[in-house]
């Protein structure tokens, strides 16, 4: 159980370091939480910093999901409980960094690279999912609320394991309420569509 809480713990650390705000700093641009949504994710960093900042928010917040379950896969590659509690972590020190006054972003990054490292499989279904949904649709929120919904489905298929299929659904749950706001928005019609500027 020690080494399950100090893995969760550099996971949840791991997970407080904002890309988005660092990222968007070190290029000399806008704090994203005090522009647009005020959500420090890429989508947001698209609309007010450009592609460039994107990407590399983007690249940083998948890396950090994956690389805080590699890490726990490294000492713990046969205890689930651990690493379905690493990847829930991870997901968490994202949502509420304790590097910036807990308030962070809205996930969907950072728990792509969990779910990738941690059921490669799980990961795949997941991207595709969403970017079935973007290209459809051109919602980034609606996509990644419809791929929260499927996730846990994804998990129970490909792991048949009831500890990752149990934090598959509560990050599921947790990113679809961090998407309330833009839930409201969708029904009013006044969602901005990717690449749109707010």
Same mark, same amino acid.
């Given at each position: 159980m020690l080494t399950t809480f100090t893995l969760c713990v550099i996971a949840y650390l791991f997970g407080s370091f904002s890309s988005a705000v660092i990222v968007c700093h070190l290029m000399g641009l806008p704090d994203p939480r005090t522009q647009g949504s005020g959500n !420090?994710? &890429?989508?947001? +960093?698209?609309? /007010?910093?450009?592609?460039? &900042? &994107?990407? @590399?928010?983007?690249?940083?917040? +998948?890396?950090?999901? @994956? %690389?805080? %379950?590699?890490? &726990?896969?490294?000492? +713990? !590659?046969?205890?689930?409980?651990?690493?379905?509690? +690493?990847?829930?972590? %991870?997901?968490?020190? /994202?949502?509420? !960094? @304790?590097?910036?006054?807990f308030k962070g972003g809205k996930g969907v990054a950072t728990a792509f690279g969990g779910l990738l490292a941690l059921v490669w499989q799980v990961g795949i279904a997941a991207l595709i999912t969403w970017l079935a949904m973007a290209f459809a649709f051109r919602y980034s929120s609606l996509s990644a609320i419809i791929t929260a919904i499927c996730v846990p489905v994804f998990t129970y298929f490909f792991s048949n394991d009831l500890y990752y299929t149990t934090s598959s659904i509560v990050i599921s749950v947790l990113l679809i309420w961090r998407h309330r706001s833009n839930i409201k928005k969708l029904l009013n019609g006044e969602e901005d569509k990717i690449g749109e500027k707010a």
């Open positions: !420090p994710g &890429a989508t947001n +960093v698209l609309r /007010h910093g450009g592609k460039k &900042a &994107a990407i @590399i928010t983007l690249f940083f917040d +998948v890396l950090k999901g @994956i %690389v805080a %379950v590699l890490l &726990a896969r490294f000492f +713990v !590659p046969d205890d689930t409980l651990t690493l379905a509690g +690493v990847t829930l972590a %991870v997901f968490l020190g /994202h949502l509420y !960094p @304790i590097f910036f006054q």
